[in-house]
């Protein structure tokens, strides 16, 4: 009787099959997956979260589970695959091989994320790295027929890699199909503000990728309403509470390069966002590292 093979030897196999992609340090731009940018596939709570994410909206259906051990991949996670999607797309668009096998240090994704860089800041990326592995999504996205499924992880595996003395080299992972495919799709990945890292909010983090995927540049922006924004999110607090946070972020406006607005119109409330005009001039200089005119001294 034949036995099915383990994960670990799964994982060997699949290591010896792939090429090693070796990040390059530097100041990418960051690119997000539209896909996560648009649906519920992370928690937004900074407490453990074990109850899982049932979506389904039309022809599409979300399923991520959690164990109680690590609990769900958070969207403060999400950053490393923001990191990872980001080298891909610097890599393709230089010529160089991509591969889902990829060796980095973590000085490299906690700079890039803009995270501090000491011990403490290396313990929370390995619990990050964790929760990714441990999260398991079902989905119909990106599926020729809507009722099949797409099951993976976030990250397949990763492990850290150290010489023979025992000191650390770095860390090895290797990112999915599902996202991988989705990232080297041209169509599929969009450049995100620098600043939403400083973003330390978990709903007004999923707000800004939502709006930057729906709104882009356009003019007139867009807009929801308040009930759909809140089965999107996939958050477990009531729809009166999701819209009490909603009001005290249109408050602060804090999202980098938006304006949010809210209205109440038919008996429902309906977010509105579009950008903030950019002076072609300032824009220009920023692009060269020039300040602002109205910053010069």
Same mark, same amino acid.
């Given at each position: 009787?034949?036995?099915?093979?383990?994960?670990?030897?799964?994982?060997?196999?699949?290591?010896?099959?792939?090429?090693?992609?070796?990040?390059?340090?530097?100041?990418?731009?960051?690119?997000?997956?539209?896909?996560?940018?648009?649906?519920?596939?992370?928690?937004?709570?900074?407490?453990?979260?074990? $109850?899982?994410?049932?979506?389904?909206?039309?022809?599409?259906?979300?399923?991520?589970?959690?164990?109680?051990?690590?609990?769900?991949?958070?969207?403060?996670?999400?950053?490393?695959?923001?990191?990872?999607?980001?080298?891909?797309?610097?890599?393709?668009?230089?010529?160089?091989?991509?591969?889902?096998?990829?060796?980095?240090?973590?000085?490299?994704?906690?700079?890039?994320?803009?995270?501090? $860089?000491?011990?403490?800041?290396?313990?929370?990326?390995?619990?990050?790295?964790? !929760?990714?592995?441990?999260? $398991?999504?079902?989905?119909?996205?990106?599926?020729?027929?809507?009722?099949?499924?797409?099951?993976?992880?976030?990250?397949?595996?990763?492990?850290?890699?150290?010489?023979?003395?025992?000191?650390?080299?770095?860390?090895?992972?290797?990112?999915?199909?599902?996202?991988?495919?989705?990232?080297?799709?041209?169509?599929?990945?969009?450049?995100?503000?620098?600043?939403?890292?400083?973003?330390?909010?978990?709903?007004?983090?999923?707000?800004? !990728?939502?709006?930057?995927?729906?709104?882009?540049?356009?003019?007139?922006?867009?807009?929801?309403?308040?009930?759909?924004?809140?089965?999107?999110?996939?958050?477990?607090?009531?729809? !009166?509470?999701?819209?009490?946070?909603?009001?005290?972020?249109?408050? !602060?406006?804090?999202?980098?390069?938006?304006?949010?607005?809210?209205?109440?119109?038919?008996?429902?409330?309906?977010?509105?966002?579009?950008?903030?005009?950019?002076?072609?001039?300032?824009?220009?200089?920023?692009?060269?590292?020039?300040?602002?005119?109205?910053?010069?001294?």
């Amino acid at each position: 009787m034949r036995t099915a093979p383990s994960h670990s030897s799964r994982s060997s196999v699949e290591r010896t099959q792939l090429e090693l992609f070796r990040s390059v340090p530097g100041d990418l731009a960051p690119r997000d997956a539209q896909d996560l940018m648009a649906w519920p596939f992370f928690s937004l709570a900074k407490t453990r979260r074990v $109850t899982p994410i049932d979506f389904r909206m039309g022809g599409t259906w979300i399923s991520v589970e959690a164990v109680p051990e690590h609990g769900m991949a958070t969207i403060w996670d999400a950053d490393v695959l923001i990191w990872a999607a980001s080298q891909l797309i610097e890599a393709r668009d230089a010529g160089r091989l991509t591969s889902r096998l990829m060796v980095t240090t973590p000085h490299e994704i906690l700079a890039f994320t803009r995270r501090g $860089t000491g011990k403490a800041s290396y313990e929370r990326l390995k619990a990050a790295l964790d !929760r990714l592995q441990s999260t $398991t999504v079902a989905t119909s996205i990106r599926q020729q027929h809507q009722r099949r499924r797409h099951r993976f992880s976030w990250i397949n595996e990763w492990r850290e890699l150290a010489d023979g003395k025992g000191r650390a080299l770095g860390i090895e992972l290797i990112l999915p199909d599902w996202f991988y495919a989705g990232v080297l799709d041209r169509a599929l990945v969009l450049t995100i503000d620098r600043s939403y890292f400083d973003l330390t909010g978990g709903l007004e983090r999923w707000l800004y !990728r939502i709006v930057r995927k729906h709104g882009g540049r356009q003019e007139g922006g867009w807009s929801f309403d308040v009930p759909h924004l809140h089965v999107k999110s996939g958050v477990l607090s009531p729809l !009166r509470r999701f819209a009490f946070e909603l009001r005290a972020i249109v408050a !602060r406006q804090p999202l980098p390069g938006y304006v949010l607005t809210l209205e109440h119109a038919l008996g429902r409330d309906r977010l509105n966002f579009a950008p903030i005009p950019v002076d072609p001039l300032d824009a220009a200089m920023r692009r060269v590292g020039l300040k602002p005119v109205e910053n010069w001294p």
